[in-house]
């Protein structure tokens, strides 16, 4: 029976206890720095006086301004290309872009493989599979455009193109092609530019081996 009232009394006591309106703080907190942020946290407002104040009169707290730093570029978002699309009429960032150089320097057999890919996939269907402008929509004559799209190994113009200025037409499209630059992210932009100016040489080439090839002709 003297055990059953103390127990009784203990439970009564543990009871009126958490049942107080008396707020307790521990003396220890484990792992403060997770508990109480030292950080500015994300959506709670800010006190715009901490953003203009040195960082010893702020009490602890970091600085933080929801901006990334200057110059930082985004997950997927390498090789960075500087010159925005041109307003209507204007050709300025268009001129400038023969300035810009491929950050490809070449590419791997396999990666070549995958260029290759890419190209028949978005620009096959136009320029043709043989980079001559006879794709299916040409398809000499008999497809649904109304004229070839240009040849891009004998083109006086595009033949000789610069990377980056390939790159700004792929980007924001010119004349009659329209921009792929949802279809291709700007790595494999360059990747087909690269596996383009490849082609390019390579036809080069072969017209300056026929050419010295041809017997000479007897006046």
């Known amino acids: 029976m003297k055990k059953l009232s103390i127990i009784a009394f203990l439970f009564t006591g543990a009871v009126i206890v958490s049942c107080s309106d008396v707020k307790r703080e521990a003396n220890d907190v484990y792992m403060p720095d997770m508990a109480y942020s030292r950080a500015f946290e994300t959506y709670a407002e800010r006190d715009s006086a901490l953003f203009t104040m040195k960082e010893s009169e702020r009490g602890g707290k970091i600085f933080y301004n929801n901006m990334p730093v200057m110059g930082t570029i985004a997950r997927g978002e390498e090789m960075p290309f500087p010159l925005a699309k041109d307003a209507v009429g204007d050709s300025t ?38 980079l001559d402008g006879n794709g299916p929509l040409w398809k000499g004559g008999d497809g649904p455009f109304p004229a070839a799209p240009k040849n891009l190994v004998a083109d006086a113009v595009v033949s000789v193109m610069p990377e980056g200025q390939m790159f700004y037409s792929i980007t924001y499209g010119k004349n009659m092609m329209g921009s792929y630059a949802s279809q291709l992210s700007r790595k494999q932009r360059w990747e ?27 006046k």
């Open 93 to 130: 960032n268009y001129v400038a872009s023969k300035t810009i150089k491929s950050p490809i320097d070449s590419l791997s057999k396999g990666d070549m493989v995958e260029s290759e890919r890419l190209y028949l996939v978005n620009c096959g269907i136009c320029h043709g599979t043989a």
């Open 192 to 218: 087909v530019i690269c596996y383009i100016k490849q082609k390019q040489k390579e036809t080069k080439a072969a017209a300056a081996a026929a050419k010295t090839a041809a017997p000479a002709v007897k």
